[in-house]
């Protein structure tokens, strides 16, 4: 492969890895097994799921290992350690051995962690070959993660003529993901250099309408897993519905494959065709040259003054003060101290890890994440338990498939910003807070404990978290800059293994609390310390307190808008000016 082609590969590989890399969206299929095996109490099995996401707070040290190491070696390394966590997991589930708490604690840790350097491959992937679509590239690549737990559920339905056990899904999630990531590795080795990457605008206009059609592609993959998973109990039907999503997966490869023969025939055919081409007229340079102080000015200009908006500073206006209007001036005072005061005026400005924690949109930004999708995630990993509290155990596939379907949606519909821009000009930061708000709908909705209620709710969930999952690394990369995002991301991603231990903490307790509050009618006592709660008490509370959480993640969100909508306007407005240049020069 020569040229642009390659870079194409690049995406199609980052697409396997992240499709078969969300291992921790399938905890809930095996959970019970696992609590069941070890004799655990929902409590301690919080805390298993917890480890998992715990793993996440070393995501940092994945951008440290590739300033080190070459990314393949780095690709390698945490597909054997995802092996090794997962294979000793299940050698646990099927009884062939036999681990202390502690141990099983550090395996699930482990896996969260290789979780987290996938992830931070593929980040690194999309923004080093599309720097200037990468948040087209990104969400595309991360929105497959959300198709792991339906995908590895038709494996699991096709080999249910093998077996019948829920553990094969710890054996699936140790080997799969290194078979892929043996497979993603050629297109990796042969990554084009740089002077292949950079584009100029016009060939970058052709690049988006290319990934309209992956989107595309990935749409009609979802609508397949959400549609098809029903359907799926019998093995040799669940095999051809799996041998469908798998050419739906390697249909991709038209693209680079379309592009490499555009220009194998530019190379062999074209090239007989020899048109001379005129030197840049006098004009033409003129317009150059004296623009290219505008061109290398910063993408915001950092004043000293706040500028009003009738165009005269705020060191000229004159403020009248009234006896009757302290509530207007407590309001100013709150929207100065809350929305202006050392807010973000510059995109794209590196930070270091010491300079990110010292901003307050950083923690405006770290709050929402935490109280929005990190409470999605948490009702994942409890969705095992929340079927089997409600007796929908035969349901749990199908609310799963829910689940990672309405996730890889959301996690697709993060690219509308990109494909509107120009149309739509709303900050990055105004979609993710609108996405936030199903977040809380759901979640109290799914407080009435109906099966119609849990479908809806889920659905609702996954689309949110989806959303925000895959659109928090473009607004991690355009905030904080791009450079830093392998460090700068995994801190913001800390909240995750903190928040999957408060909110699951919270459910453990208010389950355990409803199991033996209401005798043996609504428990089974399977070991000494395990408690079965049957029951719609065994939830109601927990999502009342998660959806009061996530209202508190959608004030943050509109906050974080309204401090960084003027700065992406001013963006916006550059990139306009930039992009008219260009097309004059051309």
């Known amino acids: 492969m020569a ?12 697409v396997w890895i992240q499709a078969f890399t969300g291992t921790n969206f399938d905890f809930s299929a095996y959970s019970s097994a696992l609590k069941a095996a070890m004799g655990i109490s929902q409590v301690q099995l919080n805390y298993l799921a917890t480890a998992s996401d715990l793993g996440k707070l070393f995501g940092w040290s994945s ?12 690709l390698f390394i945490t597909a054997v350690a995802g092996l090794v966590s997962y294979s000793l997991q299940w050698l646990v589930v099927t009884s062939y051995i036999s681990l202390p708490y502690i141990a099983v604690f550090l395996l699930c840790l482990l896996a969260g962690c290789s979780i987290c350097w996938f992830n931070t491959v593929c980040f690194v992937l999309c923004i080093r070959n599309f720097p200037i679509n990468r948040s087209i590239a990104l969400s595309l690549s991360i929105s497959f993660n959300g198709v792991s737990a339906a995908l590895y559920t038709l494996i699991v339905s096709s080999l249910s003529s093998i077996t019948t056990s829920s553990a094969i899904y710890l054996l699936l ?7 892929v990531s043996v497979a993603a590795l050629p297109p990796i080795l042969r990554q084009p250099p740089e002077n292949l990457i950079q584009l100029p605008f016009n060939n970058a206009s052709r690049d988006t309408q290319r990934f309209l059609i992956l989107h595309i592609l990935a749409f009609l993959t979802g609508l397949y897993l959400l549609f098809l998973n029903s359907v799926s109990t019998d093995s040799s039907i669940a095999s051809v519905i799996l041998a469908g999503a798998i050419f739906l997966l390697i249909l991709p490869l038209a693209v680079p494959g379309l592009i490499f023969a555009h220009e194998w025939a530019q190379r062999t055919i074209y090239s007989s065709f020899h048109l001379d081409v005129p030197d840049t ?9 004296n623009n290219n102080d505008e061109l290398n000015r910063p993408l915001i200009a950092v004043s000293s003054e706040r500028i009003e908006g009738n165009g005269h500073s705020a060191q000229e206006k004159t403020v009248f003060f009234r006896p009757k209007a302290w509530l207007t001036e407590c ?16 995109l794209g400005e590196e930070h270091s890890a010491r300079n990110l924690i010292a901003r307050p949109d950083f923690w405006f930004y770290y709050i929402a994440y935490f109280c929005g999708a990190t409470v999605g995630l948490v009702y994942s990993n409890n969705l095992g338990q ?16 829910v689940y990672s379907a309405c996730s890889f949606f959301g996690r697709l519909l993060s690219a509308v910003p990109d494909f509107l821009r120009g149309k739509v000009k709303v900050a990055r930061t105004g979609w993710m807070a609108l996405a936030l708000l199903p977040m809380p709908v759901g979640l109290f909705l799914l407080a009435k404990l109906s099966k119609e209620a ?15 999952f895959a659109a928090a690394v473009s607004v991690t990369s355009e905030l904080f800059g791009a450079n830093s995002i392998g460090v700068n991301h995994n801190i913001l991603i800390t909240n995750i293994p903190l928040g999957s231990l408060l ?22 006592l399977l070991h000494d310390s395990m408690i079965v709660c049957m029951g719609t008490d065994c939830y109601a509370m927990t999502f009342l307190i998660w959806g009061s959480v996530a209202c508190i993640g959608l004030l943050c969100s509109i906050i974080l808008f309204l401090r960084t909508r003027s700065a992406y306007a001013e963006a916006e407005r550059r990139r306009e000016a930039f992009l008219d240049f260009a097309i004059f020069e051309d």
């Not at 999630?173 to 078979?179: D, G, Q, R």
């Not at 309001?331 to 510059?346: A, D, G, R, T």
Request: proline share 5%; glycine share 8%; net charge positive.
């Open 386 to 401: 929340i079927a089997e509290s409600l007796n929908l155990d035969s349901d749990l596939t199908m609310i799963l498939a």
């Open 503 to 524: 909110y699951g903490q919270i459910a453990a307790l208010v389950y355990d609390s409803n199991g033996t509050s209401y005798g043996l009618r609504r428990i089974a």
């Open 281 to 289: 007229p006098p004009l033409q340079s003129f317009i150059i040259n």
């Open 3 to 14: 040229g642009q082609s390659r870079k194409w590969m690049i995406v199609v590989a980052t």
């Open 331 to 346: 309001w100013s005072w709150c929207f100065n101290m809350v929305i202006e005061k050392k807010k973000l005026v510059v």
């Open 173 to 179: 999630n140790a080997v799969v993901p290194l078979i």
């Open 63 to 74: 951008g440290l290992a590739l300033l080190y190491l070459p990314l393949p070696a780095v």
């Open 454 to 468: 849990l479908y809806a709710g889920t659905a609702l969930i996954g689309l949110s978290s989806g959303f925000i």
